[in-house]
């Protein structure tokens, strides 16, 4: 299934209370990379900013008038995003805010599945700040070209974070359809051949390999084989 990091930067909060989109950004994954497929647009929001959200997004309804309307770009988004898997970080929010355009516009809300990156993040990380700057620093992702949010950019950073966290776990646990083939171990019996060097891990090591099991045990649900194989030992 396509993936596709999408990210939103509206006038306030909450949109019952009549907020709307003012950038709407959705990027397409090509594997463990970002393609070159994106969507991008500002939007005439058609109301004023909350000076908070302008704050963070540094933009006002001044900025944004007389630029395109979520209702100019409704059908072309929709067509990006078919039949893909949609991933946000604190996707309730965007999911929210997308539905309330659609219902503005008579259109239904979208059935696409959601991943909400924050929420796997807490469950990877719990107790600690997995805000998008925060895991930018944790996963050591350049992010010092943020000095405000911006949905094309955070969509970006988000689709490293997101390889990040994962590190290719979808072969890990068995998605990987690529074929195959194992060939029986050689052993050598050459006695002329120098003897195999063993390294032993030290503490911390074995700490850290610990954490990692852990931590890609809670990923995947209890998935795990090496957990599992080291648990029946």
Not at 27 to 32: M, W
Not at 81 to 90: K, S, V, Y
Not at 112 to 129: F, I, S
Request: hydrophobic content about 40%; proline content about 4%; charged content about 25%.
């Amino acid at each position: 299934m396509r993936k596709i990091v999408l990210d939103t930067e509206t006038t306030g909060l909450d949109p019952r209370r009549g907020h709307r989109i003012i950038e709407i950004a959705a990027i397409e994954l090509d594997g463990r990379k970002v393609s070159k497929r994106h969507f991008h647009h500002y939007l005439d929001p058609e109301r004023e900013v909350d000076e908070e959200a302008a704050r963070v997004h540094g933009f006002t309804w001044d900025m944004l008038k007389g630029r395109t309307k979520f209702a100019d770009i409704a059908s072309s988004f929709l067509e990006f995003i078919e039949g893909a898997e949609l991933m946000a970080h604190n996707a309730p929010f965007d999911m929210s805010f997308i539905n309330n355009e659609l219902r503005l516009l008579n259109l239904p809300p979208l059935q696409n599945p959601v991943v909400d990156t924050l929420k796997l993040a807490r469950e990877m990380h719990p107790g600690k700040k997995n805000g998008l700057d925060a895991l930018c620093s944790r996963y050591e992702i350049d992010n010092t070209h943020r000095a405000l949010h911006g949905a094309l950019l955070d969509t970006e950073l988000l689709a490293e974070v997101y390889f990040a966290m994962t590190r290719g776990q979808e072969s890990l646990l068995g998605d990987d359809t690529a074929t195959v083939i194992r060939q029986p171990a050689v052993l050598s019996t050459d006695a002329s051949r120098p003897r195999l060097r063993v390294l032993q891990p030290g503490a911390d090591e074995l700490a850290v390999h610990a954490q990692q099991l852990i931590d890609i045990d809670k990923a995947s649900k209890g998935a795990c084989l090496w957990t599992q194989l080291e648990g029946a030992a």
